[in-house]
Every structure is written in C-alpha cells, then in structure tokens.
C-alpha cells in the first residue's frame, strides 16, 4: 500500500489541542517525525533522549488531536511507527473567543522560547562547525516601519523564498550533496510603543553605572 501523502498543514482551533501542542516534547516529536519520516516510540527515544514510556504517551496525545497518526495501523508487530500528519502547524494569531486567544498565546510563547532553547544549543556547539558554515550563518535583526498590508506583503514574499526549498524536508533524495538541516526563523512582531531600558528594570547596565 502506497503511503499516504502528508498534509501542508494542520489547523489548531480546539484550546485543548492548542495547550497540548504547547508542550516542548510534543514540539519536538512532532518536528521529528516530519523530518525524519515515521519512526516507532522506541527509536523516538533513541533520538530525543527521552524514555519510550514518555513517547509513546506524548505521540498519543499529538495523534489525538490530528497532529500524528499510525503509519500503518494493520501492520505486523506490537510497536508500530507513527507519522506526521502536515509538514507545519497553524493556530490562530487572533481569536475572539477568549479561550482561544488565550491558549493560542500560550502556544505562540512556548514556540518562542523552544526556538531560542535550540538556537542557544546551535550556538553552543557551534566551534565544531566548518568555516564555510560559520561564514554563511545569520544572527541579526532589522527594524522597520511598516503599515499592517506591507507587513502582510514582506511575510508573504519571505515565505514565498523559503518555500523554494521545502520539498527537500519531506524527500532526502532532492537535498543536495553537503546540505545540512539550517532552522529558518521568520519572526516579526510589533514593538511596545515605549522600549523598556536595556537592563529591563529601569536600572544601568553591569559596567554602565553613573559616576
């Protein structure tokens, strides 16, 4: 039976399943299986660290909201693997359902604070990396001013870019000789009107006191 083709994407609506995404072992199997194609809970474990208890209860949870699923429910074996269902996950950037935004916000910063857990990880390995990778790497930041229709158009343009290079996640065979997996963060956000000091609590800096 030929295997059944992933999603582009699935659509967090439910509060419960937006909370439960949220959860940074979730976040990581599911980047996982939609890299590495389906894999059982116990070779799961092998490559996250965790225990095969902890993932086959968190793959149960991601599969009962949509977001995983058996790759082959009647196949031989006890332990069977799990797949992806979409290559990304959406959820709402505004809701008027309070419970929604709510959760929706939730998950937004838990997405946040795992991209700067593995970009934190990425940096501190980093000295074992070629010269040619150091040399292309990008940390840096631009701030522009924007209208809401112009933002619109620089993501939309952005994603159009990036998307030029996405079939290679889903089919090794097209990825080109010395390619490595390289996290693209596309992130734009609208700064408070009034910027807090650098040292956040109104307070100088270590090394900035007044004399």
């Given at each position: 039976?030929p295997?059944?083709?992933?999603?582009?994407?699935?659509?967090?609506?439910?509060?419960?399943?937006l909370?439960a995404?949220?959860?940074?072992t979730?976040?990581?199997?599911?980047?996982?299986?939609?890299?590495?194609?389906?894999l059982?809970?116990?070779?799961?474990?092998?490559?996250?660290?965790?225990?095969?208890?902890?993932?086959?209860?968190?793959?149960?949870?991601?599969?009962?909201?949509?977001?995983?699923?058996?790759?082959?429910?009647?196949?031989?074996?006890r332990?069977k693997?799990?797949?992806?269902?979409?290559?990304?996950?959406?959820w709402?950037t505004?809701?008027?359902?309070?419970?929604v935004?709510?959760?929706?916000?939730?998950?937004?910063?838990?997405v946040?604070e795992?991209?700067?857990?593995?970009?934190?990880?990425?940096?501190?390995?980093?000295?074992?990396?070629?010269r040619?990778?150091?040399?292309?790497?990008?940390?840096?930041?631009?701030?522009?001013?924007?209208?809401?229709?112009?933002?619109?158009?620089?993501?939309?343009?952005?994603?159009?870019l990036?998307a030029?290079?996405?079939?290679?996640?889903?089919?090794p065979?097209?990825?080109?000789e010395?390619?490595?997996?390289?996290?693209?963060?596309?992130?734009?956000?609208?700064?408070?009107?009034?910027?807090?000091?650098?040292?956040g609590?109104?307070?100088?800096?270590?090394?900035?006191?007044?004399?």
């Amino acid at each position: 039976m030929p295997e059944k083709p992933m999603q582009s994407k699935v659509q967090l609506t439910d509060p419960r399943a937006l909370r439960a995404y949220a959860h940074p072992t979730r976040m990581a199997l599911s980047g996982l299986l939609r890299r590495e194609g389906p894999l059982t809970a116990t070779r799961a474990a092998e490559l996250t660290g965790e225990s095969v208890a902890s993932c086959s209860y968190h793959l149960r949870i991601l599969a009962k909201y949509g977001l995983v699923e058996e790759a082959d429910p009647a196949g031989p074996g006890r332990e069977k693997p799990w797949r992806a269902t979409a290559q990304f996950t959406d959820w709402p950037t505004y809701s008027e359902d309070p419970a929604v935004a709510a959760a929706a916000e939730a998950l937004t910063l838990a997405v946040a604070e795992n991209y700067f857990h593995r970009m934190t990880r990425a940096l501190e390995t980093r000295g074992e990396l070629p010269r040619e990778w150091k040399e292309v790497e990008q940390f840096s930041d631009r701030t522009l001013y924007l209208t809401p229709d112009e933002l619109k158009m620089l993501s939309e343009r952005m994603t159009a870019l990036v998307a030029e290079f996405d079939d290679r996640g889903a089919d090794p065979s097209r990825r080109p000789e010395g390619a490595r997996r390289v996290p693209i963060l596309q992130v734009a956000y609208v700064a408070p009107e009034a910027e807090p000091p650098v040292g956040g609590d109104g307070r100088p800096e270590p090394g900035e006191e007044e004399s």
